[in-house]
């Protein structure tokens, strides 16, 4: 008798970036509107850009996947989150809880935590009619394989079939799906079951040949080809590389400047801002002065506080800010923005670096303490002066004290949350996610502005929207179908 395992699949890219976030994202809504208890997971992710679940934090793209698969985000769901500190080193967040740090030459420790990935899979699985799998980077790094945990080692580990996905919008795309084939040995290739090519601007028709060269190179069948999806832009970023500048809007009421920094976390708690079309969202790349004539300058979180202080400081960026200020500009840090701004941030046991202390801008009358405990939690909160509401997350490491708490911006149930100065121009706050809420959004930006700011964005619905539209968009372009049936295929174990 055999053993039968949930259907499951891979899907694999041929590097960073080429859209297999959203293409996981656009099939659990798709599977989950036919009616299939549809789970996302990913072995291992490196990003900044995580969220809160019930039991610890998870990358935020695979908590986008699970809302497109219409469940809770689960800390199974992403069991191996890597959170860059350094050029040299990561914070390990296993299964939800800080578990240590990584240095970036240590290649040989990740195949340590497989186990624990395999445990998280087995445990998602038991519940599911179907598991999406996104891979990290490209299996074709073989400098990387023996000790692999995210691509083809954790497939052939698990028994999971792999669909290998190309950008052809970046260029080479049919060398780097031929190329992929011809690195990879004869046991990793096989479990790739099928390719498609994503991004194609254009006629589709007009690469029927490329498609025919690369299944004559490689003897896998093509899913399809999936055209450009321009909403892209209108879902969460996963990670730093979709933080491009964005195109000036003519006549936009509002201008808000973002200095990108080296560490900078968390950043979809600007998305809500970059699809209002009266505001003018201008990130600021390093080599750059912030802009003049902006209303609203925003310090965004970090992953490393200090490290990114500094880097504020050798951009010049706190002379910008402090002229900002002067000429009566509005502020808002974000997490470890919010300790920025403050006089003193204190990290005495080398939490996110080497142990230090360094001043802040003295923004805000209130000091930083970073301590071992970190605090991962999703709240409800109520907007102090409008008593507009709505939903956030905590992910932070420090304890915030000072007068300025006083007159904190939020209360999160009894309690007061975040600090602002006197005239109320800067603020800070250790909630993430406050703009996705409509009311709370229109009310801050209609104090910035001294009037209100119309907007008919729904953020929340703008997001179901498209991933509807995503879901829809892949099952134009894509051999569903087929792809069910490679994932069911996994199912029959002899």
């Known amino acids: 008798m055999g053993t039968l395992r949930p259907p499951a699949i891979m899907i694999l890219g041929t590097g960073s970036n080429v859209g297999k976030s959203l293409v996981v994202a656009g099939l659990c809504r798709l599977f989950a509107d036919r009616g299939l208890k549809v789970r996302p997971f990913k072995p291992q992710n490196m990003s900044n850009n995580a969220a809160a679940t019930a039991a610890g934090e998870i990358g935020r793209a695979q908590a986008l996947q699970a809302r497109a698969a219409r469940i809770p985000a689960h800390v199974d769901m992403n069991p191996v989150l890597l959170k860059p500190e350094s050029e040299t080193g990561s914070q390990i967040i296993l299964q939800g809880k800080v578990a240590g740090h990584l240095a970036s030459g240590d290649f040989a420790r990740r195949g340590d935590f ?173 080599g750059q002065a912030l ?12 992953k490393t506080t200090l490290r990114d202080l500094a880097a504020l400081r050798a951009q010049g960026w706190d002379i910008d800010i402090l002229a900002h200020r002067r000429r009566g500009g509005h502020i808002l840090g974000l997490c470890g923005g919010y300790q920025m701004l403050g006089r003193v941030v204190s990290d005495p046991l080398g939490l996110e670096g080497p142990p230090g202390e360094a001043p802040g801008l003295g923004l805000l009358d209130v000091a930083t303490v970073l301590e071992g405990q970190k605090t991962v939690r999703e709240v409800d909160f109520v907007q102090a002066f409008s008593a507009a509401s709505g939903r956030a997350y905590e992910i932070h490491l420090g304890r915030t004290e000072g007068a300025d708490l006083g007159r904190a911006p939020f209360r999160v149930g009894d309690r007061a949350e975040g600090a602002a100065s006197a005239d109320g121009r800067v603020q800070g706050t250790y909630l993430h996610g406050v703009f996705a809420s409509d009311t709370v959004r229109a009310a801050y930006l209609a104090a910035v502005t001294g009037a209100g700011l119309r907007s008919s964005l729904s953020y929340e619905d703008d997001v179901e929207a498209t991933l509807d539209r995503l879901a829809a968009h892949l099952a134009a372009h894509l051999d569903i179908d087929a792809l069910l049936a490679l994932a069911r295929a996994r199912a029959k174990v002899g």
Do not use: Q, Y
Not at 160 to 179: E, F, M, T, Y
Not at 225 to 247: I, M, S, T, Y
Not at 296 to 302: D, E
């Open 114 to 286: 497989l186990p624990k990935v395999l445990e998280s899979f087995e445990r998602l699985s038991a519940d599911a009619d179907l598991v999406l799998v996104e891979g990290a980077g490209s299996p074709a790094e073989t400098n990387l394989r023996a000790r692999d945990i995210a691509n083809l080692g954790f497939a052939r580990a698990a028994g999971v079939p792999a669909v290998l996905i190309g950008d052809i919008d970046r260029g080479g795309v049919i060398a780097s799906l031929v190329g992929t084939h011809a690195v990879l040995d004869a046991a990793d290739r096989a479990m790739i079951a099928a390719f498609a090519v994503n991004r194609f601007r254009g006629e589709v028709s007009l690469f029927a040949e490329g498609v025919e060269t690369i299944r004559k190179a490689t003897g896998w069948p093509c899913l399809g080809v999936v055209p450009w999806f321009a909403d892209a832009v209108r879902l969460p970023a996963e990670d730093g590389l979709d933080l491009r500048a964005l195109a000036p809007k003519p006549g936009a009421r509002l201008k808000i400047a973002v200095p990108i920094l080296p560490g900078i976390a968390n950043f979809d708690d600007l998305d809500p801002l970059k699809l209002e079309p009266a505001i003018d969202l201008v990130l600021v790349p390093r």
């Open 291 to 302: 802009p003049g004539d902006a209303d609203l300058v925003i310090l965004p979180g970090s």
